[in-house]
């Protein structure tokens, strides 16, 4: 059967991969080409590679960055961060990306999503919502990095966006994000119930039962981790060997 | 002449076929074209596909490479990929439309609300690494039984001749993941994508001489 993912998640700026707390505080934590080869070495299912670079003077690294990544690692790359029209879309499956993710721009330009799925297909289109709970089972859309409120409800939008051509959700909890608390696993569940599409839950992680509770209680159908792997607490073959121990697939 | 063709009807992205092809056949000429002639001439012909199965006939069309990829799929070796596959049929459910007839059978589509044995609701697109069970076609050798490969689709083939089936994945049913006939071999999953079991059926591939 069907395997559920393991993704490693490397943010981007300057030419390095960095972790933030809850999108602040950075820390170092390594070249982007040598951690994605060591993540594929331990097994990693894809990769995640979000450019947060805030200067678009330094837009073109992140290209070079995936073309290096795409003639090395054999596995599926999902690339996002300041994607506004269909051209950035191209570019980055042109320097070797697999998927394209799309956050802040689908919610100013919905019509973007429908184009470039139309354009080069759903399947690697994917849609990057980051929420944020504000009452008991409700979750609002935000934007900016996680500054900006939009007064969309999650739920909602998670649905509209598949219904536009996205090919895959990725939900990240602006509450749980950086915390190493677990997942959000109600809105996970929450929007992994509503859609025919995967969800990728990210936000939380701190050890391998949260990544094991994401699947089986959060009901995701790939579980996106970064500081875990990233400062070598576990590596993503321990997170495997885990959850198959916990009776989910995994590719081994 | 090129060692291998790598067909390009404008459906998107075939930087990951050129790669990990260049990563098993280092010294192969590899041309990423959609000129008819370097399809014609070239030794070995790769027929990728992704989008839509009604855009890529069309901008095959459009191209005039049809008669090209006709012509390869019946006197070269020539491995499909995807909507690649799904090209090879005679008519697809995506969009309603007929596809290029060289294998006989159809394209239908993951029916909606499946669920696995403990119920649980399973996606359509069937994305990410499934089990493949494979027969014994030259090009699963040293590739293991029940090996996992990379997926991305949302419809399947369904081959009126059970001969040509070379290999199924579960979703949760049983469904066809492989097809050849002679000179022809043709996968639903992406062998670029597919790490070191995808790299070893494209090794396969570019030794494959057919009888």
Not at chain 2, 135 to 142: K, M, P, R
């Given at each position: 059967m069907l395997a559920k993912r393991i993704i490693p998640c490397l943010d981007v700026t300057a030419g390095r991969v960095v972790k933030g707390v809850s999108f602040v505080k950075l820390r170092d934590a390594g070249d982007p080409v040598e951690i994605a080869r060591r993540y594929d070495d331990q097994g990693a299912d894809e990769l995640t590679f979000l450019d947060?670079?805030?200067?678009?003077?330094?837009?073109?690294i992140i290209f070079r960055i995936i073309e290096q990544v795409a003639s090395q690692v054999f596995i599926p790359l999902t690339v996002g961060g300041g994607v506004r029209e269909v051209q950035d879309v191209r570019n980055l499956l042109n320097a070797g990306a697999d998927k394209v993710s799309i956050n802040t721009s689908a919610v100013t330009n919905p019509q973007l999503v429908a184009d470039a799925a139309s354009r080069y297909?759903?399947?690697?289109i994917v849609v990057a919502i980051d929420a944020k709970q504000v009452q008991p089972g409700k979750w609002e859309v935000f934007t900016h990095g996680g500054r900006?409120?939009?007064?969309?409800?999650t739920v909602e939008w998670a649905k509209k966006m598949q219904l536009l051509g996205a090919g895959e959700i990725l939900l990240t909890s602006m509450d749980q994000d950086?915390?190493?608390?677990?997942?959000?696993l109600a809105l996970t569940r929450a929007v992994t119930d509503a859609l025919e599409i995967p969800v990728i839950a990210s936000g939380g992680?701190?050890?391998l039962q949260h990544l094991a509770d994401g699947v089986k209680?959060?009901?995701?159908?790939a579980v996106l981790a970064a500081s875990i792997f990233h400062f070598g607490e576990y590596t993503v073959q321990q997170a495997k060997q885990f959850m198959a121990q916990q009776g989910i697939e995994v590719r081994l | 002449m090129v060692d291998i063709a790598i067909v390009?009807?404008?459906?998107?992205?075939l930087r990951s076929v050129q790669q990990a092809v260049h990563k098993v056949a280092p010294d192969a000429s590899v041309s990423v074209t959609d000129d008819s002639q370097v399809v014609g001439d070239a030794k070995r012909v790769i027929f990728p596909g992704q989008g839509a199965m009604p855009d890529c006939m069309r901008e095959l069309d459009a191209r005039g490479l049809r008669q090209a990829v006709l012509d390869a799929a019946r006197n070269k070796p020539f491995l499909g990929i995807c909507i690649g596959l799904q090209m090879?049929?005679?008519?697809?459910?995506e969009g309603n439309v007929p596809g290029l007839?060289?294998?006989p059978g159809e394209v239908v589509r993951f029916a909606s609300e499946l669920r696995d044995a403990q119920g649980n609701k399973l996606k359509v697109p069937h994305m990410g690494w499934n089990q493949v069970h494979h027969?014994?076609?030259?090009?699963?050798?040293?590739i293991a039984q029940d090996a996992r490969f990379y997926f991305v689709h949302s419809y399947y083939v369904r081959p009126?001749?059970?001969?040509?089936?070379q290999a199924t994945s579960d979703y949760p049913q049983p469904f066809v993941c492989a097809a050849a006939r002679d000179n022809l071999f043709a996968v639903q999953f992406h062998p670029e994508k597919s790490a070191a079991a995808g790299l070893h059926l494209l090794q396969n591939f570019i030794n494959w001489n057919p009888a």
């Open positions: 947060i670079t805030a200067s678009s003077d330094d837009r073109g297909g759903s399947q690697c900006k409120a939009t007064g969309l409800d950086g915390q190493k608390k677990g997942f959000d992680v701190g050890n209680i959060g009901g995701a159908d | 390009d009807y404008g459906m998107g992205n090879l049929f005679e008519h697809s459910a007839g060289v294998l027969g014994d076609h030259v090009l699963w050798n040293g009126s001749d059970v001969s040509l089936v």
